[in-house]
């Protein structure tokens, strides 16, 4: 197990490298980094001063060198908007962003696990139709457009839930039903699937002939073997939770780190950006982790 | 006979497909008493497990539907039952196991957890059900019962799986278990001691036991009576030795006709010069030793037979030899020449000289192809062969030469049978008019009649093209029948090597003897025999 | 238990044409998917060339106009912008920057992805480690982001735009592929090809790329969607597709201050996305389906009793 974490952790290391790199050369190589960190207006005098500071006006590879030191210690610099740490800044919204993902993704998972696996029991049946109609229109759904209808029924309309902010539970409601829908409709389908394959599976005939309840060959002898192509993707789709978060954070004023970045990227808050994606990248690699973990539990035939 | 205990009448069952509507079973009527072993003996496609899984209530409607009949178990009709009532019935009074144990074992929970859950849907309090479990274990022959139930069923061996499965179905002593082919994928020396365990238990608990199965030889070791079907109509019923001794239909003559082992023995091996010479030949897998040093050759116009139980390494020679697979080390010299150190434009020729057909012609025929791409794509590889104008011509001649038409060459593989796809595999294989084919298992996945039309063949295609075979299988009555000679393996290892009347009549190592005495004779009298041989050697 | 194969009765091997067509009137959504992503296909070609001109013309009377009012001509049937435009045209002729953006980077990224898939899964050497290596990197962010910061970096244009979205594709097909070449490349029709000496170029191309091609096409008819939507929501947040140009994400977008007011604005644009989008999917759903030999069967009932 041990040996199998360390492995994990260097390949995932390397991929943070590559990112760490990739995201240096495109912003020094595709024009002045002056123009990523300082407003468009910025005079000559001020973009000079800055070079200065930040080391910008030495050669590619020691301003290479200190970009990945920098890095590496997690200093990203200050916000040059909000006068702070960047990383401060960054994960204060991460935990914003944290909660809604978390709370979305349970509610997904329960929903699509439970009506996912009855569609998968019979086949053509009542919760076949209803799930195979929500997961078609789920995955087909832009969440942005979603979103402002939900804005212009709910809350202008019926006058029911807030806009925006974070105060009170009812202003969670509307992010999370956006957030909800498309993971929901792909995850559904991906448990019907492997559901139906494990339902028709040698082992379930075998627990028939046992004289097992169908509610036992459903969720004891099927559910654990039809879970494990699920976990993978709902890895995936709580690391694409942020994606949806970016949309939803946004139209819903919602102070997570989707729409930090997009503020950010508004303002040309370059140190931001750059602390926002390592702290993602970050998080994508514990959860990756976990994914892993819960795999060997459900299987098993796979020992690390 | 006694008053029998299960019975099925007029059983109908229809299937609905593609194709429309197909009568798996039409009007089957068998009968099974206290104590009693009945077998069903049928060819794939025969519906011979149909009825069984109606017993079970396994058939899935749609799309099969029980179109008549009725199943009556101690005087009530099973098909008027409840689900419910019906799930009472099942595992508890009467109880099946299948083929391929991996695949029926749920591999993410215990093995012990999977007979206690037996036990405890039908009322066994969760305690009793646990002590009950290591019993059982203990009972079927698991070594270390509290150890192992706690173990999941991929770490267990292939036999041993079957055990855990018969350990499962017999957990609430039913009166009646089915069998569905439950040694078709275990090698003959598991086989004989799944077939004895199952003997033993029926034994001592009086239950009817009814086994479907492809095999004369499992009719002949285990059954009382044996009911014959064949497309989807039982065709002859009786005592096992009856049926064997004096068969009515024409259908039942033409199988046991066709049951290898009773042909002429090959007795004049040609003494021809070896055109290939393997040297020490090793292959290893990381820290597993696949082949152990393998040194044999192989005469000009002779079949060689490769015998051995799974993990013998028999595969691994083929696949080595044919470069599908490097070896680790060793030689393997043909004309002069070593195959294993040949530049990449050598191989290429070289290929053309040894070729092979594989055992499963569904999948080794391209399945987007058509016959005619199939077999040409031969002489589109190696062009000196043929040229373009001729393929049509000499496909249709090939065609005829394997006993196809040459209107099938522009049909896809799904369109034939089992038989036929091995002809067309064996057609592709002479298209580079090679000198050796290495037949690998090359009709162990054919039904007994058309396994004896594929030999045949062989045989024939050896004389008129001056073949060499080098023939890979686990049956031993069918290698006794076509070989020349016989190397046996075991263990990455050759144990034993000679012509075929030596190794089958005079066997000098003690594990090719225990082959042959595990290997099951299609006479019902010969098994009985040598089943009363093997319990007086063991009361001795 | 083995069902019966046995019988080598001869099918009747019909035009390829109309088979594909009656498993396609076998399901009926799929049919209807199909006919409206022909008419989206004919509205993003010959829609910019023939409406080009009435989808920028402004007409200050026609502002925020409500739709079904035929008064102001056919055009204007689901209504006017916020600059007095014809939505019905606006809408037309945005289908060809969608289709254009979405199709660009769906081949590219199949093209790519499949393309380095069949290398690692097919050669034994280093490639093969490091080639998936590539997917995990670009996997390991979320598409979205990587998006938003490349095209914070690069300046949005039309082609950035398709190149990035292709980069966030390229692993989906990438391990597609190489997990089905890693599959068919044992199977024992590939090894006969072996046998006889077949070179890599003939068995990648005759033996292992007709079993695959099914499976990526369902994929990227799928992944079709999947980018639109991606584009869309680029173009909402202002870092896609810049005015003047028009796609119907950014014409969401447009309409948005004007939601309270009107509707239709964002209304129609989002409708078409999810028409198409849905399409789409059913689309793959059926070819998921009929490409399948296994389950085609489906299909065949169903066209048989329909006909």
């Not at chain 2, 003559?253 to 004049?268: E, S």
């Not at chain 2, 044919?322 to 290929?351: K, N, V």
């Amino acid at each position: 197990m041990k040996k199998f974490l360390f492995k994990r952790a260097i390949s995932s290391a390397i991929s943070l490298l590559l990112l760490i790199v990739a995201v240096f050369f495109l912003s020094r190589l595709t024009g002045d980094p002056t123009d990523l960190y300082l407003p468009v207006d910025a005079s000559q005098e001020a973009r000079d001063n800055f070079r200065a500071i930040n080391g910008l006006d030495q050669p590619l590879i020691v301003q290479f060198g200190r970009y990945v030191w920098d890095v590496l210690h997690l200093d990203f610099g200050d916000s040059i908007r909000r006068a702070r740490p960047a990383l401060e800044v960054v994960i204060e919204a991460f935990a914003w962003t944290l909660q809604l993902a978390l709370i979305t993704m349970f509610l997904v998972s329960l929903a699509a696990i439970i009506l996912g696996s009855l569609a998968a029991f019979k086949v053509g049946g009542f919760f076949d139709r209803i799930a195979t109609f929500f997961s078609l229109i789920g995955a087909a759904a832009p969440d942005f457009w979603v979103a402002i209808v939900a804005i212009v029924i709910f809350s202008l309309g019926l006058g029911w839930l807030p806009t925006s902010g974070t105060g009170t539970p009812l202003h969670w409601i509307l992010p999370i039903a956006v957030l909800f829908i498309r993971p929901f409709g792909l995850i559904l389908q991906v448990v019907r699937g492997s559901m139906i394959n494990a339902l028709s599976s040698a082992y379930v005939k075998t627990a028939r002939a046992k004289g097992v309840t169908p509610k036992k060959q459903v969720f004891v002898h099927a559910l654990r073997n039809g879970m494990l192509p699920v976990i993978t993707v709902i890895g995936d789709q709580a690391a694409g939770m942020l994606n949806g978060a970016v949309i939803v954070e946004t139209i819903f004023g919602f102070p997570g780190v989707g729409k930090l970045m997009i503020d950010s990227i508004l303002q040309r808050d370059f140190s931001v950006i750059l602390a926002a994606i390592m702290v993602t990248a970050i998080a994508i690699f514990l959860m990756n982790i976990l994914i892993d973990l819960a795999y060997a539990a459900l299987d098993p035939r796979i020992r690390y | 006979m006694a008053e029998p205990l299960l019975e099925v009448r007029n059983l109908s069952v229809t299937f609905h497909t593609a194709r429309g509507p197909v009568e798996a079973v039409r009007n089957v009527s068998w009968q099974v008493a206290p104590g009693e072993v009945l077998a069903i003996l049928g060819e794939s496609g025969s519906g011979k497990s149909v009825s069984a899984s109606a017993v079970m209530d396994l058939i899935d409607c749609p799309p099969g539907e029980i179109t008549s009949g009725e199943i009556i178990y101690r005087g009530r009709d099973l098909l008027k039952l409840s689900a419910d009532e019906r799930r009472e019935i099942n595992g508890k009074r009467i109880a099946m196991i299948f083929q391929d144990p991996l695949s029926h074992l749920n591999p993410v929970y215990t093995v012990g957890w999977q007979i206690e859950e037996a036990l405890t849907t039908h009322g066994t309090p969760k305690d009793k059900a646990r002590v009950e479990t290591i019993s059982l274990l203990d009972k079927v022959g698991i070594p270390n019962p509290e150890a192992s139930a706690r173990k999941y069923p991929h770490q267990f061996s292939g036999g041993q799986r079957q055990r855990l499965m018969i350990a499962m179905a017999l957990a609430l002593r039913p009166d009646v278990l089915i069998a569905d082919e439950p040694t078709t994928a275990l090698d003959v020396t598991v086989q004989a001691q799944i077939l004895a365990l199952l003997e033993q238990l029926q034994h001592e608990t009086g239950m009817a036991l009814l086994i479907i199965t492809h095999d004369l030889g499992v009719v002949a070791e285990i059954a009382d009576r044996v009911v014959v079907m064949n497309a989807g109509e039982i065709v002859e019923q009786g005592t096992a030795a009856e049926v064997y001794a004096n068969p009515q239909h024409p259908y039942t003559k033409r199988l046991i006709g066709a049951a290898p082992g009773k042909g002429a023995i090959h007795d004049d091996p040609p003494t021809t010069e070896p055109i290939l010479l393997l040297q020490n030949v090793c292959k290893k897998y990381g820290e597993f030793e696949a082949l152990k040093g393998c040194s044999f050759e192989l005469c000009e116009g002779e079949t060689l037979a490769i015998v051995g139980e799974s993990g013998s390494g028999k595969s691994t020679t083929a696949r080595v030899l044919l470069r599908l697979e490097e070896p680790t080390s060793g030689r393997a010299m043909y004309h002069g020449r070593d195959l294993f150190a040949l530049t990449p434009r050598e191989l290429f020729e070289m290929r053309r000289d040894i070729q092979m057909v594989f055992q499963d012609p569904t999948q080794s025929l391209n399945p987007r192809m058509t016959v005619y791409q199939i077999i040409s794509e031969a002489w589109a590889i190696h062009p000196e062969i043929l040229p373009k104008a001729r393929w049509r011509e000499r496909v249709a001649e090939l065609l005829g030469q394997v006993g196809l038409k040459p209107e099938h060459a522009h049909r896809y593989p799904h369109q034939f049978s089992g038989g036929q796809r091995q002809r067309i595999a064996i057609a592709r294989a002479l298209a580079l008019e090679p000198r050796v084919i290495v037949c690998d298992e090359a009709v162990s996945a054919l039904d007994v009649q058309v396994q004896a039309q594929v030999i045949e063949l062989l045989d024939k295609l050896k004389d008129e093209f001056g073949l060499s075979y080098i023939f890979i299988a686990h049956d031993l009555p069918v290698v006794r029948d076509f070989a020349d000679r016989v190397i046996v393996m075991q263990k990455g290892q050759i144990v034993e090597q000679g012509p075929v009347r030596d190794i089958f009549e005079n066997p000098r190592e003690t594990y090719t003897r225990n082959l042959l005495a595990a290997s099951l004779d299609p006479d019902p009298e010969v098994q009985a025999r040598r089943r009363a041989e093997r319990l007086s050697k063991e009361v001795a | 238990m083995t069902q019966a194969t046995e019988s080598a009765a001869p099918e009747k091997e019909r035009s390829g044409f109309r088979t594909w067509l009656s498993l396609l009137w076998a399901d009926k959504l799929a049919f209807f998917a199909a006919v409206f992503l022909l008419i989206v296909l004919l509205c993003a070609i010959l829609g910019p060339w023939l409406l080009d001109g009435v989808a920028t013309k402004q007409n200050l009377r026609g502002r925020n106009a409500p739709p079904f009012d035929l008064s102001r001509g056919f055009m204007m049937i689901l209504g006017g912008d916020q600059l007095g435009r014809p939505l019905l045209a606006r809408l037309i002729v945005a289908a060809g920057n969608t289709m254009a953006v979405a199709a660009g980077a769906v081949m590219l990224a199949m093209l790519i992805g499949s393309t380095l898939g069949l290398i690692a899964g097919y050669s034994r050497g280093r490639m093969a480690e490091l080639i998936p290596r590539l997917a995990d990197v670009i996997m390991s962010f979320p598409s979205l982001l990587l998006a938003v910061i490349v095209l914070y970096m690069l300046d949005p244009s039309v082609g950035n735009i398709i190149l990035v979205l292709a980069i966030t594709r390229i692993p989906v097909y990438l391990r597609t592929t190489r997990a089905e070449v890693l599959e068919v490349r044992e199977r024992m029709f590939v090894q006969a090809a072996t046998v006889m000496g077949a070179p890599t170029r003939r068995i990648i191309f005759r033996h292992i790329l007709p079993m695959i091609l099914p499976t990526i096409l369902t994929i990227a008819t799928l992944d079709f969607s999947f980018v639109m939507l991606a584009e869309s929501s680029l173009s909402f947040l202002g870092i896609g597709i810049q005015p003047p140009e028009i796609t119907w994400g950014l014409m969401v977008s447009q309409g948005r201050p004007y939601l309270t007011s009107a509707w239709w604005l964002s209304f129609w644009p989002g409708l078409a996305i999810i028409l198409t989008t849905l399409s789409l999917n059913l689309l793959s759903n059926w070819m998921r389906v009929a490409l399948d030999p296994t389950q085609r069967w489906r299909l065949e009932i169903g066209a048989r009793k329909h006909g």
